[in-house]
Every structure is written in structure tokens, then in C-alpha cells.
């Protein structure tokens, strides 16, 4: 792929903290000025929106979207992978029991180190210590809650109404899709299109949804990790806490996969 198609069209595996580990393609935008609304009133800040500029060559255009297709398998492959580590430390735990970040199931990685840290801390009611565990810095539980909240917020904004996803060659946009996440759909195409264009339009439509759609998954994976986790903790409220544990977990091992990918996932 050419610099310039680097450029204008790119997946990556985003920071975990915010977006919980999921690939990033929306982001909160108004619609492009040339564009055309489907409702007076509807170029609202908070709209979510996924957008794509594609390169005109469609050989080069279908090899950019081919890439994307195969990042969300890969995320969605991560995923799976990210809760069956979360039930191997939970396995570990449960026949050995012991919440010290020293211990030597902290070795397996950051993730585990950091659950470990968080469990001390909900059992105990006593921050674990921040900076510590060799070049590892663990997040208290109070960071850990905020953050989960934040991915919260961003999941409600993306699947509580409806968004939109664009698709731009060469920087013009060819066609805006508003959808809404009970499935209804409509398309508001910017001039004429040929067979190929409606195409690849659908394949960034797929795409954009897949994304969605796993990021939502991040969620409900989360929550039924922390059922494991609670089977660990014997104090009130611990069913609570356990929930931004477990996401925290999740995201720390996307995070590693993202690192292992140096930045990008690739299938």
C-alpha cells in the first residue's frame, strides 16, 4: 500500500482504556460541509460517525477494504482469546488463592499482575501500590472504575441511537449511510454510482458494523468475566467492582495483542 493510501485509509487496534480494547473506527463528528443532510437539524456533534477514504483505483480500493475485513477477524479472534486468558487466571486462582501482585502468576503478564492488584484491593479495601511489580505500574481501582465508565459513555453514544458511515474516494464523498442499530438503514448517495462504487460502499458498511458489533461483545465478555471473578471474592459489593476488573483484564490482553502487532492487527 502507497504512503498516500496509508494515509487516507488505516485500521488500527486503538488504545484500550477508552475504547476497551476494540478496533476505533467511529469517532464523534458532524457531517462533512459539502454533504447533504437527511434531516434538517442532524449535523450534531455527538453523531457518531465511521468514515473511509478510499483510493479511486478499485483494485487498490478492494485490497485497502480486504485489510479492514481481515483486522476485524483478527479483533474478534483476540477477543475470544483475551477471555479464555481471563479463565486460565481465574482456574489458577481458584486452586491456589492468593492476591499478591508478587506472587508468581504476576509473571504471565500485565493483565494478570494488574487483576491480581485489583482483587487485593476489593478484597482488602487497601490500594495495591502504584508504581511497583518491576517496570509494571498498576492502576488503582479507582482509575480502573473511571475508565470503564468512560468505555461505557462511548459504547451508549455508538449503540443508542443512530450513526452514520461514509464512504469517500479520493476525499469526495460517494455515499452516507444513516443507520440505526435496530437494523433499519438508508442510503443518500452523493451523485451517480456504478456497480463497483455501490460495492465497496457495502463492504465498508459491513465493516463499520462488524466494528460495532464488537465492540459491543467487549462488553458482554466483560460481564460474564467477572462472574469468574466474583467466585474469587468473599466480601460485599464485590460483584460490582468485579466488573471494571474484568474489562480491565480484557482490555490489558487486546493491549498486548496490539503491541505484539506493533500498532496494527493483521490476520
Not at 483494485?59 to 474478534?76: D, F, Y
Not at 499482575?113 to 501500590?129: C, D, K, M, R
Not at 452523493?190 to 460495492?199: I, S
Amino acid at each position: 500500500m502507497s504512503d498516500h493510501q496509508a494515509t487516507q485509509f488505516s485500521f488500527e487496534f486503538q488504545a484500550p482504556i477508552a475504547l476497551g480494547g476494540v478496533l476505533d473506527f467511529w469517532s464523534a463528528a458532524p457531517p462533512m460541509a459539502e454533504a447533504v443532510s437527511f434531516e434538517a437539524g442532524s449535523a450534531v456533534e455527538d453523531t457518531p460517525v465511521w468514515r473511509v477514504d478510499l483510493p479511486a483505483d478499485l483494485e487498490a480500493a478492494s485490497a485497502a477494504l480486504a485489510t479492514g475485513e481481515s483486522q476485524v477477524e483478527a479483533a474478534q479472534r483476540a477477543l475470544d482469546a483475551a477471555v479464555e486468558r481471563l479463565q486460565t487466571f481465574v482456574s489458577a486462582q481458584a486452586a491456589a488463592p492468593s492476591f499478591d501482585p508478587s506472587s508468581p502468576a504476576a509473571a504471565l503478564g500485565d493483565p494478570e499482575a494488574e487483576a491480581l492488584a485489583l482483587l487485593n484491593e476489593i478484597q482488602t479495601g487497601t490500594p495495591a501500590v502504584s508504581f511497583g511489580l518491576g517496570e509494571k505500574i498498576v492502576a488503582g481501582l479507582d482509575t480502573v472504575t473511571r475508565q470503564f465508565q468512560e468505555f461505557v459513555d462511548a459504547l451508549l453514544r455508538n449503540v443508542g441511537s443512530y450513526a452514520w458511515v461514509e464512504t469517500r474516494i479520493e476525499g469526495r464523498l460517494v455515499c452516507r449511510t444513516s443507520i440505526g442499530w435496530s437494523g433499519d438503514a438508508k442510503n443518500l448517495w452523493h451523485g451517480p454510482a456504478d456497480a463497483q462504487t455501490l460495492a465497496l460502499h457495502q463492504r465498508a458498511l459491513s465493516i463499520a458494523i462488524e466494528s460495532r458489533n464488537t465492540f459491543v461483545k467487549t462488553f458482554i465478555v466483560s460481564a460474564q468475566s467477572a462472574v469468574k471473578l466474583v467466585t474469587l471474592l468473599s466480601v460485599p459489593g464485590g460483584a460490582v467492582l468485579a466488573l471494571p476488573t474484568a474489562w480491565r483484564f480484557i482490555s490489558q490482553a487486546l493491549a498486548e495483542f496490539n503491541k505484539r502487532k506493533d500498532g496494527a492487527i493483521s490476520a
